[in-house]
């Protein structure tokens, strides 16, 4: 069973952003003015959570480092954000599950905080003929 399923799946993800939302506008480490549109305007945040947690297949919003980076600019802050993030989710209960959550977005970290670019990717069409040519 995938930490989604686990943990009630969209519903409950998608219950737990207004919760993140106003964790994260009381803690003064955040600057939300760049963060935002995500809660207002898209749900960029949510979708990408349910496909980190093994909810959706893909995944076709914003890459991780746009999506969290501006809020996330240092160690402390990313750490900080995962531990309300993970409050939320679990809304103050206990479980065994907390651990995959803090496994998946440690993984994330460096993408979060020290992102590399990627070099692009060059795509060729050539007409069947010119192959066997």
Known sequence: MTLYMKLGGRKAIKQAMPRLRARLEQDPCFDLSKFRQEFERSDDLTEFLIFLFGGAPFYDGKPVTELLSPVCPSQ???????????????????????????????????????????????VYSVDRETLSA
């Open 76 to 122: 402390e802050i990313y750490q900080r954000f995962v531990d309300h993030l993970v409050t939320v989710i679990f809304d103050g209960r206990t479980s065994g599950e907390e651990t995959g959550l803090r496994d998946l977005m440690e993984r994330l970290r460096p993408q979060v905080l020290n992102p590399k670019p990627v070099a692009p990717v060059l």
